[in-house]
């Protein structure tokens, strides 16, 4: 069942063919997504690893909760607001995979403790020290895990000494349970050669190994290894050492995700449809979506089934497509669809929100 992800579509009737929605209009695909949710989880489960879903594409406490439900142990967020949303919504187990750093940040921290059980990222004693204090402050303790610097460099503290002597501060923190490490290997996802991304993937996930060992070595127990994304997922699951994945945008798929990160097996979720407001020449066609509804930043959307339809540029509200030979009998007032690359934030607000409407038209059909 699609359900329109748009405040505008919500007079839409129940039961209504997507053929029969204004455009262009976000769709979620109920059916899909709970097909890929189960997909990932049984992957997980299989492997005896966690699956902790990244929740940076849909920041949706019903979405969480479904992910929960197939067997997620909580979810992981890239901002304290979300962790605060999921844990108004009824998630405890949630993974702030950030650096928080700042008075306010560590009073909604200290707050959100109250309420849930974080874990939060951290990769020095300036930010950590804070934050324990504030905790401590309050009779509380949050945990903490250290992310590890595997080769993405963005956060994290090199592997070695520096992780360890970060470890040894951590244990001695009055507001700090230190559970683990991290890494996230966001670099390696887009390699071409398969043998060559699973050799680089569990070379970068080996760091967290042996980071593991060292601190077990010091007598610092290591229970969370944490990593991944939905384009290296399959591959960590498989490492011996890593005990969850934090693969979010799995569940909604997209074209990244298929195409240059080579990750099968899952569907697109979410879709565009739009509909085609100008035929200028026989090559060139205007649809009504441009880049504020198609998402350019991680790769070109697709026409779905239509590899004879190129996007070839997109202003604020127009997209232009180029027609093959066989496209271009296609007039004004067509239609057609293109996968949604999810990362498109402001979008996923929108969807969040309304995706619920969605769920609960589906609950009263
Ligand atoms: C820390 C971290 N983990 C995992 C992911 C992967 O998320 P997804 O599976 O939604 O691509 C990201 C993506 O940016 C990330 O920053």
Redesign the pocket.
């Known amino acids: 069942m699609h359900v329109p992800i748009d405040m505008n579509h919500a007079a839409a009737p129940l039961g209504a063919s997507i053929d029969e929605l204004d455009t262009p209009c976000l769709c979620l695909d109920l059916d899909v997504m709970e097909a890929n949710i189960r997909a990932v989880a049984e992957a997980c489960a299989k492997r005896g690893v966690s699956w902790r ?2 929740a ?2 849909h920041k949706n406490a019903t979405i969480a909760r479904a992910e929960v439900a197939a067997g997620a142990i909580g979810a ?1 967020c ?1 901002k304290l607001g979300e962790a605060e949303v999921l844990a108004a919504g009824g998630v405890r187990d949630l993974l702030i ?2 650096m928080l750093a700042g008075p306010h940040k560590v009073r909604r921290l200290v707050e959100l403790r109250k309420k849930a059980d974080p874990v939060i ?1 951290v990769d020095s004693v300036e930010q950590a020290e804070p934050i324990s204090r504030a905790m401590a402050e309050a009779g509380l303790k949050v945990r903490a895990i250290i ?1 590890v610097d595997i080769g993405l460099s ?1 956060v994290g503290t090199h592997p070695g000494e520096q992780t360890l002597a970060l470890a040894r501060a951590l244990v001695k923190m009055p507001g700090i349970d230190f559970a683990g490490i ?1 890494g ?1 290997e ?1 670099h390696l ?1 887009t390699i071409e050669d398969q043998d060559e991304k699973l050799a680089k993937i569990n070379a970068a996930l080996d760091i967290l190994s042996e980071t593991k060992r060292q601190l077990v070595a010091e007598g610092i127990p290591c229970p969370i290894v ?8 399959l591959i960590s699951i498989a490492h011996a050492d890593v005990t969850e ?6 569940i909604f798929m997209d074209a990244f ?1 298929r195409d240059k990160c080579r990750v099968p097996n899952l569907q697109f979720a979410l879709t565009i449809p739009v509909t085609i407001v100008s035929r200028p020449t026989p090559t060139r066609a205007i649809i009504d979506a441009g880049r504020k509804t198609l998402n350019v930043e991680v790769c070109t959307p697709l026409v779905l089934g239509r590899a004879d339809i190129q996007v070839k540029r997109l202003s604020a509200e127009h997209g232009e497509l180029e027609l093959a030979p066989s496209a271009q009998s296609l007039k004004v007032g067509d239609r057609l669809t293109s996968p949604w690359c ?2 498109t934030s402001s979008t996923a607000h929108a969807a969040a929100r309304s995706w619920m409407f969605g769920m609960s038209k589906r609950a009263a059909g």
């Open positions: 879903p990244h940076k594409g992981t890239a995979a950030n990222a992310e963005r991290m996230y966001g996802l944490s990593c991944a994304g939905t384009g290296s997922y994945v934090q693969a979010g945008g799995a995700y999810f990362t």
